[in-house]
Nanobody
Framework: QVQLVESGGGLVQAGGSLRLSCAASGRTLSINGMGWFRQAPGKEREFVAAISRSRGTIYYADSVKGRFTISRDNAKNTVYLQMNSLKPEDTAVYYC?????????????????WGQGTQVTVSS
C-alpha cells in the first residue's frame, strides 16, 4: 500500500506564495501519477494539478494555470505544488493523491491513494 502525507499549508495574504509537499511511502514504485486536489467549504473536491512519473506529463486546472507549478522528485518520492499569486478563492483543503494506473488522469475517482489534506487559507 501507499501512504501520503501533505505539508506546507498555512495562512497567507492574497498575492503571496506557499509550497506544498507530499511525501509518499510504502509501495512507491507502484505509483505513476501524482496529483493535487482541493476542496473548499461547501464545494466538491476539484482537480488542481497532476504529473506522471513515466513521461513527466503535467495537467493543470485552468483556474491555477500560470500561477501554480507541480513537480516531483522521484528519488524522494515527493511531489510539490508551488503556489504563487494566491487568491482568496484558492482557500481550501489541499489533498495529495497517487495513482497506480498507466494513464494520468484529472478525475479524483481515478486515484488510488489519498493524503489527509493540508489547509490553505488566503486572506484578502
Amino acid at each position: 500500500q501507499v501512504q501520503l502525507v501533505e505539508s506546507g499549508g498555512g495562512l497567507v495574504q492574497a498575492g503571496g506564495s506557499l509550497r506544498l509537499s507530499c511525501a509518499a511511502s510504502g509501495r512507491t514504485l507502484s505509483i505513476n501519477g501524482m496529483g493535487w486536489f482541493r476542496q473548499a467549504p461547501g464545494k466538491e473536491r476539484e482537480f488542481v494539478a497532476a504529473i506522471s512519473r513515466s513521461r513527466g506529463t503535467i495537467y493543470y486546472a485552468d483556474s491555477v494555470k500560470g500561477r501554480f507549478t507541480i513537480s516531483r522528485d522521484n528519488a524522494k518520492n515527493t511531489v510539490y505544488l508551488q503556489m504563487n499569486s494566491l487568491k482568496p478563492e484558492d482557500t481550501a483543503v489541499y489533498y495529495c493523491a497517487a495513482d497506480t494506473g498507466v494513464i494520468l488522469t484529472t478525475l479524483d475517482r481515478g486515484y488510488d491513494y489519498w493524503g489527509q489534506g493540508t489547509q490553505v487559507t488566503v486572506s484578502s
